[in-house]
Antibody
């Protein structure tokens, strides 16, 4: 069965950095685009970033562009999110999620449980 | 960037009711294929209900349906069941950044 397990969250000061990981299993990771989506406590869903199945393209939400970098290691089935210059409003649970279909982004069908990032002084 | 505006923000309804949630995009899509709907319950991850605006994800009950007309998309539940009380989100995949609507909370009346 498909499993996505995030790690790397924690408490960090404003301006600090964190690297999130998402370990994937149960599907052909190298064939699917992957997303990061976040949700602040009590708030709605925010799409953060996407990386193509082969890592050749990445897209970002405007509010993270230039600060966050998404990458993947298809040899180890791991997705990453490098977060720098963190702000208080980046505080959220960060989920990785798998594209529904190979080659197209019509939606995401599996989500990890998420890792909590708290940015606070 | 495409903004997605959902309405209403909150909907109070009873079991058995037919309800419709609307999601309006700030610009039209060349095709309605790039819209998905998710259901989220408290403390749970979102669940994909519909993709390509009207295609039901495997295992989703047929009381859920999606529609599209121009830049307006709808999610309809034909007969609300106790398990359907949740928050619903639309998301566009037409053009990155792939934005979500702000959510519609369906409450028990």
């Amino acid at each position: 069965q498909v499993q996505l397990v995030e790690s790397g969250g924690g408490v960090v000061q404003p301006g600090g950095s964190l690297r999130l990981s998402c370990a994937a299993s149960g599907f052909a990771f190298s064939r699917f685009g992957m997303h990061w989506v976040r949700q602040a406590p009590g708030k709605g869903l925010e799409w953060v970033a996407f990386i193509r199945y082969d890592g050749s393209s990445q897209y970002y939400a405007d509010f993270v562009k230039g600060r966050f970098t998404v990458s993947r290691d298809n040899s180890r089935d791991i997705l990453y999110l490098e977060m720098t210059r963190l702000r208080v409003d980046d505080t959220a649970i960060y989920h990785c999620a798998k594209d529904l279909m190979r080659g197209y982004t019509y939606g995401v069908d599996y989500w990890g449980q998420g890792t909590l990032v708290t940015v606070s002084s | 960037d495409i903004q997605m505006t959902q309405s209403p923000s909150t909907l109070s309804a009873s079991v058995g009711d037919r309800i419709t949630i609307t999601c309006r995009a700030s610009q039209s899509f060349s095709s309605s294929s790039w819209l998905a709907w998710y259901q989220q319950k408290p403390g749970k991850v979102p669940k994909l209900l519909i993709y390509k605006a009207s295609t039901l994800e495997s295992g989703v009950p047929s009381r859920f349906s999606g529609g599209a007309s121009g830049s307006e998309f709808t999610l309809t539940i034909s007969s609300l069941q106790p398990d359907d009380f949740a928050t619903y989100y639309c998301q566009q995949y037409y053009s990155p950044p792939w934005t979500f609507g702000q959510g519609t909370k369906v409450e028990i009346k």
